[in-house]
Each structure stands twice: as structure tokens, then as C-alpha cells.
């Protein structure tokens, strides 16, 4: 029910469970999650990664807390940073902005006595995560055009009601734990890897620093992807045609022909195609994709580890490859899913104020969840799943079922 779209409160209502036996029991399925990714996980030194592919995608998705309290009714931003391996869809790495075991008080003190305030942040001993005194001054920032209707000012509560625990941390502290930590996961061999990058701000060089010694002996690729997101299901199909037209024109072979051949005849046409247009183009420089997909429409890439060395049909081959579909995906069947990671929706009755009653208010929970969600992915999959991203990555040799994870 969790991984399938239902709210806590109907989960409540189906099991006949009180909502706080629900919150045990995720307690109880995050802690079997947590004991059984450790171990097996621990096989990632074990995957023949030039068998099952070398190619990594990273991107992040913004999810909503409620934050209770009536004057306000604010929606915080929290990102989920994931990197997903392209070939089979495993989610190597899910990580959210938030630190639920910290208390914004605890940290307010911390950061007064150290003298933090006075410094940059970089340099604080706190820089990790935002003070109370930040959090309530976002808090102000995002609600300060909310007007509160008279006959529900007498009920407020004028104090901001912050989590019982939990803090939101920096994107930038959150992006680059998340490199090392792929780096150490992926660092027991000498393989080459492609890191594919979303172009949010401070993640490609979040990776370049954690990877800065493959770089430097090229065993690591970065590039960076930027396509537009709000072009409408008519948009995108056109773009996708004018994709073909520039396909054919570029290749001299008819949409039927193209049709007739095998993929990997497709694939070097393709590839011949972009190393002629990259010809005498400077290093780094953006390539604008000139045959448009639908997930990906005015597709723009960046390789950020182009060298003079550099083969030019290993360069084409990457811009070909810069893809981000794996990870967007994943981010698909979250929004999905789960039932909190829903978009929030504005109503004329909401008083410009987004607000879903079946989002969570704490912390500590939407982690947990998260993670279970991964789990779910990664190793057991819908019923209809015959082989899951971990059966394709060699993690294992068939489905877990549902008996076995409560064993």
C-alpha cells in the first residue's frame, strides 16, 4: 500500500490499523530496508560493469512537505537526488535534502556559541544544514503575499510550528556527498564511466570534484544534459517530426529505410551523422541534439571532460549517449506511487496557498518512505516484473518476494 498510491490515512482505513501502528510498521519495514540494502549492496565490487554498461544518469526532483501550521500552510521544497544505471534502471543512489535526526534548536545553539553567523557559510562548523533563524526567514519569504481571511485570524497560531525534528540541508553539501559516495561504490575497479548530469545548479561540479582523479586519468566522463521541460504532449510530437526530417536530410536515407535497418546500423549512421557536425567544433562547446526526442525535446549537451585526445567518434558516441531517461523514469513512478510525491495542486478556495492534506509533515517519514520506494524498485518490482534492475546488474538471481522480506 505504501509503494502503490495509497495515503496514510486509508492505509489506516483498509488495515483497520491506527495511524500510529502504521507509522510503526514503516518503522519496521525502513529498518528490514536498511539491513538488507547494506548487505547487499555490498556485492557492487562483485558487477562486471563493462558487461552490463558503464553509463550512469543523475538528476533531482523537488517533493513537498506540509508544514503545520495554519497562518502559513506552506509547502517546503525538499530535493531527491537520485542516480540511476542507465542499462537496467537501478538506483545506485537516493538521497533527500533533509537530516531528520537533527533538532533546529540544537543546531541554533551550536551555531550561536561557535560564532557561525559571523562567518561565510562555507566556512561554519554547521554549514551542513539551515539554522532555525534561516528556515523561518524562508519560512516569511514564501508566505508573505498569503493573506488570512479575519474569521481565521482569532485561531492562529502565530508561532511558526517547526518540526518536532528534522532539518532541510544545503543542495550543495547534499550533491557532492552524493558523488563520493559513488565514487566509493563504483572505485573498486579500473573501468572507464559516463556520468550524465542534469544541469542543476552546483551538481556538475559537485562531480568533477569527487571524480577529479579519473578525470585526470581518463577513466571518468562528465557531461552535462539541458532539454525543455514544459513543452506540451503536441509540442514534443512536433519536434520529434522535424527530428525525423533532420534525421533523413542528414543521413540521405528515407524514414522507411531507416525503419528497415537493424539498430545498430542506426546507431553507427547516427554517430557518423554527429561526428561530421561536431567537426572543428571547440572543446566543451554545447551541442544542440538536432534529432528530437519526446522525453527529451531541444535536447542541449555539454561534455565537460572533452580533451584534444579524444577520439571524435567516442565524442559523437556521447553526445548520442547523454540521455537522462533512466532517471527521469524513476521519477515517474515516484510522483506515481507514492501518494505525497504528487505534484500540489492550487485551488480557488486555497487562497493561493498549495496544500494537500495527504502530504507528510515530517521529516523523518517522507525519508523513510524514500527509501522503501528504492528498495521496492531496485529488488522486487510491480507482479508483472519478470526481471528486476537488480537481476539485471548480477545482484541477484531472482525477484524478492514479500514472504522472504519479512522472514
Not at 83 to 105: E, K, M, Q, R
Not at 361 to 388: A, C, L, Q
Request: glycine share 6%.
Amino acid at each position: 500500500m505504501i509503494t502503490n498510491g495509497l495515503p496514510i490515512s486509508k492505509i489506516a482505513d483498509f488495515t483497520g490499523l491506527c495511524p500510529r501502528d502504521v507509522y510503526r510498521k514503516i518503522d519496521f519495514i525502513y529498518d528490514r530496508v536498511v539491513d538488507i540494502t547494506a548487505r547487499r549492496e555490498g556485492m557492487f565490487e562483485g558487477v562486471n560493469w563493462s558487461s552490463v554498461g558503464r553509463r550512469f544518469a543523475t538528476d533531482s526532483q523537488t517533493l513537498h512537505l506540509n508544514w503545520p501550521n495554519k497562518k502559513t500552510r506552506a509547502q517546503i521544497a525538499v530535493q531527491h537526488l537520485c542516480t540511476a544505471h542507465a542499462n537496467t534502471g537501478y538506483i545506485v543512489a537516493a538521497h533527500l535534502a533533509l537530516d531528520p535526526a537533527v533538532h533546529l534548536p540544537d543546531i541554533e545553539a551550536r551555531m550561536t556559541t561557535s560564532g557561525d553567523f559571523a562567518r561565510p557559510r562555507a566556512f561554519r562548523s554547521q554549514a551542513r544544514v539551515w539554522s532555525e533563524t534561516e528556515f523561518k526567514a524562508y519560512l516569511d519569504k514564501i508566505t508573505q503575499n498569503v493573506a488570512v481571511h479575519p474569521l481565521e485570524a482569532p485561531d492562529i497560531d502565530l508561532d511558526l510550528q517547526l518540526p518536532h525534528s528534522g532539518a532541510l540541508m544545503r543542495q550543495d553539501i547534499m550533491q557532492l556527498a552524493h558523488a563520493f559516495l559513488l565514487r566509493r561504490l563504483l572505485g573498486k575497479g579500473g573501468e572507464r564511466f559516463v556520468f550524465v548530469l542534469d544541469a542543476d545548479s552546483g551538481l556538475a561540479l559537485a562531480f568533477i570534484s569527487a571524480f577529479a582523479p579519473w578525470v585526470k586519468d581518463g577513466t571518468a566522463d562528465v557531461v552535462v544534459v539541458q532539454f525543455d521541460k514544459h513543452k506540451s504532449n503536441d509540442q514534443r510530437n512536433m519536434l520529434v517530426s522535424e527530428g525525423k526530417v533532420a534525421l533523413e536530410l542528414a543521413t540521405g536515407i528515407s524514414q522507411s529505410a531507416w525503419a528497415a535497418l537493424d539498430y545498430q546500423d542506426r546507431l553507427d549512421q547516427t554517430d557518423a551523422v554527429i561526428e561530421a557536425m561536431m567537426r572543428g567544433m571547440p572543446l566543451g562547446a554545447p551541442f544542440e541534439w538536432p534529432f528530437h526526442t519526446k522525453s527529451e525535446p531541444s535536447r542541449r549537451v555539454r561534455l565537460l571532460t572533452d580533451r584534444p585526445s579524444m577520439a571524435a567518434d567516442r565524442r559523437a558516441r556521447l553526445m548520442r549517449l547523454a540521455t537522462l531517461r533512466s532517471v527521469d523514469a524513476y521519477f515517474h513512478k515516484v510522483r506515481s506511487n507514492i501518494r505525497f510525491a504528487a505534484r500540489p495542486a492550487h485551488t480557488p478556495s486555497g487562497n493561493g496557498r498549495a496544500w494537500d492534506r495527504h502530504y507528510l509533515y515530517n521529516p523523518e517519514t517522507m525519508t523513510k518512505v524514500i527509501e522503501i520506494y528504492r528498495f521496492v524498485h531496485n529488488w522486487m518490482g510491480p507482479s508483472k516484473t519478470k526481471e528486476t534492475p537488480a537481476m539485471k546488474l548480477g545482484l541477484a538471481r531472482g525477484k524478492m518476494r514479500v514472504n522472504e522480506f519479512f522472514a
